[in-house]
């Protein structure tokens, strides 16, 4: 991909004044997200805070090369326009995904939408599928596509990133777990969409449709480590089982046993690891999704970023969390009325402890 500033100086544009278009808010907040991204410095041994160096522009000057390009043209050299997982990593959470996509570029169009599926990444047990959504209807800021790919048998969950780019052009990432204990080598997929809505659940308006995709995508190369250690600490299991580590992430696979007093005591129970490896960055979770029940074993897996290359060890901290709900009132026995959550700022009971930690070895 060429330099942004290559790509911009070497445009030669004839304008007039009725090639001027308004550019809003949101399309300037992106553009600048898209150079800040492209002058981002490599982050320094030992610390995993990212340095960036912006460069200073005028939006009047950078509009004005912008104005006159083709959406379509361009769209493969403009960050935001032609890399979805780009446009949507700002917390880094596709970092290396578009150098390890699969490109599909699957077209489908009915009652005046079209729906293109752009790319995919297939980690073995995470799916991820970019989309682009082009048409004259007014889908609203947010549209929702109400189905999510599918592959495998059974246990998926699914979510859903979307985005205005301008009027009628919309971009998304769509993603699906497996929740099964195994991993795929390869996934045969089927996504069928029969409506669009400006809301969740068909709320809204909604535009019903017939778009249909079927491909195949192989997982990416993974390295499996087994750990199977284990801590405990007053009533929580928790054992750190496997850590497969892909060319734009790892996934640490752990579980956690609560006893019954900590399940009698406590409404919410939530145990996960800090992890850090020994040159000192720190993986902060990108996604933890898990299933089970506390006594038999909830089974997690936690995503993190991309690990350094140089790292030779893990150190794993689990965290454990343990929080009551809020009280809403009172039996007439004098007990407790509970909600089934906890507000913002809630006075219920809470305890946050840490356990031993767990090294792994990674060579």
Known sequence: MKDIYELLNGIELELKDEDIAPVTEFEKKKL????????????????????LS?????????????????????????????????FFNSDGTYA???????????????????????????????????????????LGPRPWLNSSPIFGDSGLVGSDEVSKIEDGNYIGVSS????????????????????ISTEPNNQGITFEGNWEFAFDVKAVESKNIAIEE?????????????????????????????????INNWDNRSVWAEVEDDLGNTYTPLSIRGSGQDHYGVKMYSTFE?????????????????????TIGYYESGKPIKANYRSENSKADYEKFQMEEIVIDLK
């Open 306 to 326: 991309k690990l350094d290359p140089k790292a030779t060890k893990l150190i794993l901290t689990p965290i454990v969390e343990l929080s009551d709900n809020d």
């Open 176 to 195: 699906v777990d497996h929740m099964s204990s195994y991993e795929f080598d390869e996934a045969q997929v089927n996504w069928k969409i029969d409506s």
């Open 54 to 86: 912006v460069a200073i522009l005028t939006f009047g000057l950078m509009t004005s090369a912008m104005i006159g390009l083709s959406f379509t043209a361009y769209a493969e050299e403009i960050p935001f326009l032609g890399n979805i997982f780009k």
């Open 96 to 138: 290396g995904y578009d150098e390890n996509a699969k490109k599909l570029d699957l077209v489908e169009e009915s009652n005046g939408i079209k729906i293109s599926v752009m790319d995919t990444v297939f980690d073995g047990k995470q799916l991820f599928v970019t989309y682009r959504i082009e048409t004259e209807k007014d």
């Open 32 to 51: 600048a997200s898209g150079l800040k991204q492209k002058v981002v410095k490599k982050r320094k041994q030992n610390k995993w805070k990212r340095g």
């Open 230 to 262: 284990k801590v405990e600490k007053s009533g929580i299991q928790f054992t750190a089982e496997n850590i497969r580590i892909t060319p734009m992430s790892f996934i640490l696979t752990h579980t956690f046993i609560s006893d019954y007093k900590i």
